[in-house]
């Protein structure tokens, strides 16, 4: 069975820092991962995603990933924060059967 | 381009009563599934379908049903609404080529009371 963790429920950092995300996962074979964003009172939107390849994965917003295999984990950073960063981020893992299993999500707030 | 539409955006019920929430989606998208989100538990699938006519169960699926009659439209019914279903539900899709490009629906915010 897949399953998801998120280490940290919520993350605080400043503008211009660093974000990281962490996620581990657990799967019976060889997964696809995903990272979703959701601001308020929206739907969840596609960051980027891992199916197959290269395993450092970038999406929009400036986000990028990477798969290890060798350490179960799908890590989301962005460099540098900016103010409109500040949503929910799911991590979430498929075994090619086209069902999602999600992570508890990881609150972002970024101070000015 | 409308995506994946659902209604409403918020209800609430009584406990008891029954509703089905609507999604719809003009995509033509195989895979629909509907979710729940509660705090702290990130989104939990309830019930899917792979294409018209064919459904099965999530993590979650007591006290819901599905049905699928068509492509684009994939209904999910409370028969009878408890406290423990309050909660936002969401709709998504994808197709089955393998894209994994979930697209999701808004959200509806249920209360039960």
């Known amino acids: 069975a897949q399953s998801v963790t998120q280490l940290g429920s919520h993350v605080s950092v400043s503008e211009g820092a660093l974000v990281l995300l962490r996620c581990n996962y657990s799967?019976?074979?060889?997964?696809?991962l995903f990272w979703y964003v959701q601001y308020p009172n929206q739907g969840l939107q596609l960051l980027l995603k891992?199916?197959?390849?290269?395993?450092l994965v970038k999406g929009i917003n400036g986000f990028e990933a990477e798969f290890k295999k060798s350490e179960t984990s799908f890590h989301l950073t962005k460099p540098s924060a900016h103010m409109s960063d500040a949503a929910e981020y799911f991590c979430?893992?498929?075994?090619?059967?086209?069902?999602?299993?999600f992570g508890a999500g990881t609150t972002v707030t970024v101070r000015a | 381009n409308a995506g994946v539409t659902q209604t409403p955006k918020f209800q609430v019920l009584k406990t008891g009563q029954s509703m089905t929430l609507q999604c719809a989606q003009d995509?033509?998208?195989?895979?629909m599934s509907w979710y729940r989100q509660d705090p702290g538990m990130g989104l939990r699938l309830i019930h899917y379908?792979?294409?018209?006519?064919?459904?099965d169960q999530g993590e979650v699926p007591n006290g819901y049903n599905v049905s699928r009659s068509t492509t684009e439209d994939f209904p999910l019914r409370l028969l009878s609404a408890a406290p423990s279903q309050t909660s936002v539900y969401f709709c998504?899709?994808?197709?089955?080529?393998?894209?994994?490009?979930?697209?999701f629906g808004s959200g509806t915010r249920l209360t039960v009371v």
């Open positions: 891992y199916t197959t390849g290269a395993t």
């Open positions: 998504a899709s994808t197709d089955l080529r393998g894209n994994y490009g979930y697209t």
């Open positions: 995509m033509n998208h195989e895979y």
């Open positions: 799967s019976s074979v060889p997964p696809y």
């Open positions: 979430a893992v498929s075994e090619n059967d086209y069902k999602l299993s």
């Open positions: 379908s792979v294409g018209a006519g064919i459904t």
